[in-house]
């Protein structure tokens, strides 16, 4: 069938036309090399696709049962180059980004809004997963990009940094003042011998200078309810191995699968939450959460996009990574 493609071209062009001069016209080639191709598709078919006439040529049954099938098959294709001209033209396309609910919200969203303003027509598609799973979407072609954080790109990829960003511990003021008192109540319980004997004055003394006791950052971080995300998470993963080098046991954790939530956990005194800084200014700001002041801080992270290595595959997907890039020398 391949071999014939030319053939069939020339066929259908003499069909639509019923004359091989005005096909001949049309495909820039001599009458006499039209007829020629329509013999050897003929010949090849075993069958007679015309008859000539004096008015020009008329198809023949089997010729008008051919023209069926050929004639919706030149259409596709010009209905194809047709939409290919206008993408080109208008610069219409699709994209498909891979990016957890976080990293959209407080990163993507500010790169999305310019990038659709300047390119209406392209199509823009979010896929919400982990960085994990938005690695394996990009490795299956079911997303174009992904953003991600920092962690071992596979082999065929590239990564573009974006941006740093600080995992830090955080908690209301009240939580941190009422888990002083706790613990310094506790502590009372458990070491004053004169509670229980009754030693009135030595039970004051300790509750006026209640107000000076405070625990350390490390006290603090295995004392309190220390809320993290899910395991299986690279922020979880970067955390844990903090806080086992620093020697960091914590008694109590409760795992949120949301950092949105993290931060407003925090924010209503449930616990201490481990959040990244630049996702929590508003809340650092106002002062609705406070940050730990740790002795030796997380180490930093960046952000960045991830995509096939080498050449790119769509203009769209050009198009977003030299937005991004422009605006990150911004």
Avoid: W
Wanted: glycine letters at 6%; hydrophobic letters at 35%.
């Amino acid at each position: 069938m391949y071999d014939n493609l030319n053939n069939y071209k020339v066929f259908y062009n003499v069909a639509k036309y019923r004359s091989l001069s005005k096909a001949a016209e049309k495909l820039f080639i001599s009458q006499p090399a039209i007829s020629k191709s329509l013999s050897k598709l003929e010949d090849g078919l075993g069958t007679k696709l015309f008859d000539r006439t004096s008015k020009g040529v008329v198809l023949t049954s089997e010729g008008e049962v051919l023209y069926k099938h050929i004639e919706s098959a030149f259409e596709s294709i010009t209905k194809g180059e047709d939409e290919i001209k206008k993408i080109n033209e208008l610069g219409i396309g699709q994209l498909r980004i891979g990016v957890s609910t976080s990293l959209c919200k407080h990163i993507l969203l500010d790169y999305l809004k310019g990038f659709i303003t300047e390119n209406p027509h392209i199509k823009v598609i979010i896929d919400c997963h982990s960085t994990i799973n938005t690695i394996k979407l990009l490795q299956a072609d079911k997303i174009d990009i992904g953003l991600i954080c920092e962690t071992d790109i596979p082999k065929g990829y590239e990564y573009k940094k974006l941006q740093d960003i600080h995992d830090i511990f955080v908690a209301s003021d009240n939580y941190i003042d009422n888990l002083h008192l706790r613990e310094k109540d506790e502590a009372d319980v458990v070491e004053s011998p004169y509670f229980f004997a009754g030693n009135l004055t030595s039970f004051i003394n300790e509750e006026e200078n209640k107000s000076d006791f405070k625990l350390s950052i490390k006290e603090i971080l295995e004392k309190s309810n220390l809320m993290l995300l899910e395991p299986n998470n690279i922020t979880r993963t970067h955390i844990d191995r903090y806080l086992a080098e620093e020697g960091i046991y914590p008694n109590q954790v409760l795992e949120i699968n949301n950092m949105d939530l993290l931060i407003d956990f925090a924010a209503i005194g449930m616990g201490v939450a481990s959040v990244v800084r630049e996702f929590a200014t508003d809340y650092l700001e106002s002062g609705q959460i406070v940050e730990l002041p740790l002795e030796n801080e997380v180490k930093k992270r960046t952000v960045g996009f991830i995509y096939p290595e080498g050449k790119i595959k769509h203009a769209a997907l050009e198009k977003f990574i030299n937005y991004c890039t422009y605006n990150i020398q911004k």
